[in-house]
């Protein structure tokens, strides 16, 4: 069958085609079609009987003549080519090379679909990842093995902070990264993939890299492979070689947009705004890849970047990222107007793997509940803000402006801070003791009696003053 | 023998004419299975519970000659099952990391031998009936697992096999039927997991589930029976609640149903559960576990399944006589599971998306919770917990609505109070207990006859204090009166000492009814003394700078729940904190 090419196609229609006289063509099969003008496309077979095969073609069919089409199914799935030299490659989104270098060569190929890990051989992410950001590390830190997005919105600077989480992320204790990355951008402008391409020569680790490029002009449908690609590669450097593999692919808005196009197409019922039901376990099939499983030594840590459309964390694409991955760092447009960098968003901001990955063996024993404690100060900080804005900041009480004045170190010297600082998470730790300092302790409740008189310094700056 | 005529996703044509509707199917070279949903003619349309690529037309494909059914008997405690029963830990054997399609592994193990006692009582020659108990088995320390008759079999038992090892399909008996028939007994037995398991009569739900959350048991309770819903946005904390509620709760068989959530939820449970101990039996909390999964990444089908399965097994260990707890993690995505196959059944869609018979598979899967007399005239129950999951947090959405009208207790999460990490994030206005008169009762046997007064003076304070604040955000505190802002400190304190528990608080993890209704009165009275004294002219300006609040706050995690004597001691001194104050206001010439 594999080489065997048929000319049957008996009808057209937005990006699917339908073949005739073909019988036992497998489902789910990579389908390669010649066009009139001997131009190859990739398709898909995505409905299989003997009198009708549905087809759906990556590139399109938009000029498509079917007369002169010839159509070769090649019963397999797409799969990826995989071996150690893919690191410090650059692919397309249907993993072809884009960097001007011969393709991969290896008899070890890769449904790029992956399969379901077993629960039962997961192993659970507990090793801190130290990224240097305050504002994740103090409040929303990153485990091994974890899922955790960044949501976005046009014009802010989501490109930046990942690449300072990829240039800065290390266990503790560790001199420098012993990560690899695998970095997967669709529907991107060429700038964003340049801006990442420089980030990564600049920092020297362009070698231990692998990049999966579907720019914004290139064909819709590709772009679903994008990410299956991308991670089938990440699956093989974690699991096979032993790697930590962080994977960082941008922007699964792009992704989810391209999948409501071609669901149309095939005439799926929608949902909510036009995606259809299915698009939350497709995003789960991407999202859970991610992990580490018992006895392998390599894991795949992954930030995907969304943006979200009209700043609205209830759209459906983030709303159901949320529902998928563990936690989510939210950036602001309030604290980026203000100059703020990182604007992290640290309420509506969590990581649920947090809890088990810090504290007494992993960070220090005081970080679970100063995390809590600059959580709840902060909320109660806005709300008193919140409250100035209305009656004016001279009525406050003497307790309230001491909120107030907490707010704005904290925005300024916690959560803001340099695209190249580097805080280890004891300077970020002793950070927040300095700013919960400018608290009474009666108002700490959520840390200890004794993290109180080991580490907050009212007292002392009180005889200062 | 059939033949497959089309593949469309999960969705496979066959030309196979002897099934009928929800029978079980295996089809292609691979073997996959599924079930058939749709008839016409000589086909069958089938949906897959693996996913389909690589099946060709023309494969073949074979009826089963049963529906979907799980095997109830010795082994099912302590495992973790795929959303059609087949044991996770087996698979991963059999199959490595990754699931691979089509393997087939039965669900109870079948080389393993457990000890069978039989019943005493049981004679050869006297009639038995389904649901009786023919003996035990000792599955885990904690648990005795009680070998049934299956509801359907009755007769004159013929014989029964004297105490011994037996595996599961080892025949252990035989029943003669009324129609002459010999059925075998074994230590197992098969049920469609779409028929609700008999029984003789529903009973009256009586007892409070205890959860060791106070803002469940002793705001809104449930009872051992009762029907919960856990709906909330996002990282709202549904899924801790409920991981929560398995650790805790004081049921004795507790069934984890991870429906189309995350893998490392289920890693997280299958590793802390058997390092925590019980604090009921002081066994490992796993031996009264078991967990069925099917995670987002694994295929829908079978996800719409899975909790069918959960609750078929908790049915079956309720007829033995057990209190079950099964909490399902999220029955939106098994909603969305329903749409899906609804869609590709072209059937007309009503509300985004979902079909019209949404609501009454909803209130039919509920419905198989309760309290019952079982068929052999025990008494077990099902309290059945989902977790929902709105899109976009929106309570008015389908799933949630619907839920909302057949449930008895609803635990609504609020994102405010998530983000502003007010764990558990339970709303205390949104919430409600239909449970609250049965519990009052046992608290009042049990607890405190104050219980039901005291519950009430709480949450009217805190919709009170809701009152106040929106005054407060207009106008700013100053224009409150003492009496007021009185109330607000107390409510406040309420929230923080009371109502916040953190599940990661060892301490305070858990707190034993006699701990909650300490701490409840405790608050209360700090409130009571304070507001007679607001109301004699003292301004609250300066009972709230009393250090006993800030004190107070933290009383929950410095007590144990089995060491409240010192708790106790500092709540009978509260009056003296604010005689002192009274003092100092009377000596001052009311000028403070
Ligand atoms: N009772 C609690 N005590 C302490 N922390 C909590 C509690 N409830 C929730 N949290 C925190 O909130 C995080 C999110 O909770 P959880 O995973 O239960 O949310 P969810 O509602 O199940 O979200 P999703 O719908 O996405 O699954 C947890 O990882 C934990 O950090
Ligand atoms: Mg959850």
Redesign the pocket.
């Known amino acids: 069958m594999k080489n065997v090419e048929f000319r049957t196609a008996s009808s057209v229609q937005g990006g699917l085609i339908v073949m005739g006289g073909v019988t036992g063509v497998a489902a789910g099969s990579r389908v390669q079609l010649k066009d009139h003008a001997g131009r190859l496309r990739n398709g898909l077979v995505i409905r299989s009987a003997d009198d009708a095969v549905l087809v759906e073609v990556f590139e399109g069919t938009d000029d498509l003549d079917l007369e002169r089409t010839w159509v070769r199914f090649l019963d397999e799935p797409f799969k990826l080519p995989v071996s150690r030299d893919i690191l410090g490659r650059v692919f397309n989104g249907a993993g072809l090379p884009r960097d001007g270098r011969p393709p991969i060569i290896s008899a070890d190929r890769r449904d790029v679909n992956g399969e379901p890990l077993n629960p039962a051989a997961r192993a659970y992410p507990r090793e801190f990842i130290q990224t240097g950001i305050s504002a994740i590390d103090g409040m929303n830190s990153l485990t091994r093995g974890q899922k955790l997005p960044v949501f976005s919105g046009g014009g802010l600077p989501h490109n930046r902070v990942a690449a300072q989480i990829v240039r800065q992320a290390k266990l503790l204790g560790e001199e420098s990264s012993e990560f690899v990355v695998v970095f997967a951008a669709f529907g991107a402008s060429n700038a964003d993939a340049r801006f990442f391409q420089e980030s990564f020569e600049e920092s020297g680790v362009l070698n231990k890299v692998v990049m999966f490029l579907n720019l914004a002009d290139e064909p819709v449908i590709e772009r679903l492979l994008t990410p299956r690609a991308a991670l089938t590669a990440a699956e093989y450097l974690a699991f096979d070689l032993d790697y930590h593999v962080l994977v960082v692919m941008t922007d699964m808005t792009a992704y989810a947009e391209a999948l409501r196009e071609v669901a149309v197409l095939r005439g799926d019922v929608p949902a909510r705004k036009g995606y259809p039901g299915y698009l939350y376990s497709d995003l789960a099939e991407i999202y859970e890849r991610a992990g580490r499983i018992k006895n392998r030594r390599g894991s795949i840590t992954m930030i995907p970047v969304l943006s979200m459309p009209s700043d609205d964390i209830t759209h459906p694409i983030p709303d159901l990222t949320?529902?998928?991955t563990e936690?989510q760092i939210v950036l602001g447009r309030e604290l980026a107007n203000q100059g703020v960098y990182p604007p992290v968003t640290v309420l509506p901001s969590?990581?649920?793997?947090?809890?088990d990955g810090i504290g007494k063996n992993f960070t220090r024993e005081d970080h679970p509940h100063v995390a809590s404690q600059l959580f709840a100060s902060y909320a109660k900080a806005l709300e008193v803000r919140g409250l100035a804005a209305i009656i004016g900041a001279e009525e406050l009480s003497d307790a309230d402006r001491r909120y107030l004045q907490f707010a704005e170190a904290f925005e300024r010297r916690f959560i803001g801070q340099g695209e190249d600082e580097d805080r280890s998470v004891y300077e970020t730790l002793n950070l927040a003791w300095d700013l919960l300092s400018m608290l009474p302790p009666e108002a700490l409740i959520r840390v200890s009696e004794e993290e109180l008189a080991k580490y907050h310094k009212w007292q002392a700056m009180a005889e200062a003053a | 023998m059939g033949k497959i005529l089309e593949i469309n996703g999960p969705l496979v044509k066959l030309e196979l004419p002897e099934t009928v509707l929800g029978e079980q199917v295996r089809v292609g070279a691979i073997g996959l299975v599924g079930e058939v949903i749709g008839r016409d003619g000589d086909t069958a349309l089938a949906q897959l519970y693996e996913d389909t690529a690589g099946l060709k037309p023309g494969e073949v494909a074979e009826g089963l000659g049963w529906p979907l059914s799980v095997e109830l008997g010795p082994g099912l405690l302590n495992a973790i099952f795929d959303g059609v029963q087949r044991p996770l830990n087996a698979v991963w054997e059999k199959s490595g990391d990754r699931i691979a399609r089509g393997v087939a592994v039965p669900s109870l193990p079948r080389d393993q031998r457990w000890h069978f006692v039989p019943d005493p009582e049981r004679r050869a020659g006297a009639p038995v009936a389904g649901g009786d108990v023919l003996g035990t088995v000792r599955e885990t320390e904690s648990i005795q697992h009680r070998i049934l008759v299956p509801p359907l079999t009755h007769g004159e038992l013929l014989e029964l096999a004297p105490e011994g090892d037996y595996t599961v399909e080892e025949s252990i008996g035989r029943v003669k039927m009324a129609d002459g028939r010999i059925d075998k007994l074994r230590l197992f037995h098969r049920w469609p997991v779409r028929v609700p398991r008999p029984f003789r009569r529903r009973d009256h739900a009586v007892k409070p589930l205890i959860t060791g959350q106070r803002i469940l048991d002793t705001f809104y309770p449930l009872l051992k029976g009762g029907k919960a819903a856990i709906p909330?946005?996002?990282?709202?904390?549904?899924?801790?609640?409920q991981?929560?509620i398995a650790r805790w709760c004081n049921a004795e068989i507790v069934i984890y149903v991870g429906c189309g959530?995350?893998g490392n939820?289920l890693t997280d449970v299958l590793e802390f559960m058997p390092e925590l101990v019980d604090p009921h039996t002081g066994r490992p909390l796993m031996e009264r576990t078991l967990l069925v999964a099917n995670t987002s990444n694994m295929p829908v089908v079978a996800r719409e399944a899975s909790v069918y399965v959960g609750i078929t097994l908790a049915e079956y260990f309720r007829d033995q006589g057990y209190d079950v707890v099964m909490v399902a993690?999220?029955t939106s995505r098994w909603a969305e599971a329903l749409r899906e196959v609804a869609g590709r059944l072209g059937q007309m869609p009503v509300e985004e998306g979902y079909p019209a018979y949404l609501g009454s598979r909803l209130a039919a899967f509920y419905e198989r919770a309760g309290r019952v007399e079982t068929l052999s005239g025990g008494h077990g129950s099902v309290t059945l917990i989902g977790?929902v999951?709105p899109p976009g947090g929106d309570f008015s959405e389908p799933v949630t609505s619907h839920t909302k009208e057949i449930i008895q207790t609803f635990w609504a999460?609020s994102k405010e109070l998530?983000d502003a990490r007010h764990?558990?994030?339970v709303d205390w206005l949104e919430s409600f207990s239909g449970y609250v008169p049965s519990a009052a009762k046992w608290w009042a046997e049990n607890v405190d006859p104050g219980w039901e007064a005291a519950r009430g003076e709480a949450l009217d304070l805190l919709a009170a204090s809701e009152e106040l604040q929106r005054i407060v955000n207009l106008v700013g505190v100053e224009a409150l009166s003492s009496e007021q802002r009185w109330t607000l400190e107390a409510a406040g304190l309420l929230k923080e000492g009371l109502l916040q528990?953190?599940?990661?608080d060892e301490i305070d993890s858990f707190a034993s009814p006699e701990k909650q209704y300490a701490l409840l009165a405790a608050l209360l009275e700090i409130y009571r003394q304070g507001m007679k004294l607001v109301k004699l002219g003292a301004p609250a300006r300066r009972l709230i700078q009393m250090p006993l609040l800030a004190q107070a706050r933290r009383w929950k995690s410095q007590h144990k729940s089995e060491e409240l004597a010192l708790l106790k001691e500092k709540i009978a001194r509260i009056p003296a904190d604010f005689a002192q104050i009274a003092l100092d206001y009377e000596q001052s010439g009311h000028t403070a």
């Open positions: 949320g529902y998928i936690g969590l990581s649920r793997l947090m809890k | 909330g946005p996002f990282g709202a904390g549904k899924t801790m609640l991981q929560q959530e995350r939820e993690d999220s977790a999951s999460l998530a764990y558990p994030a528990q953190a599940a990661t």
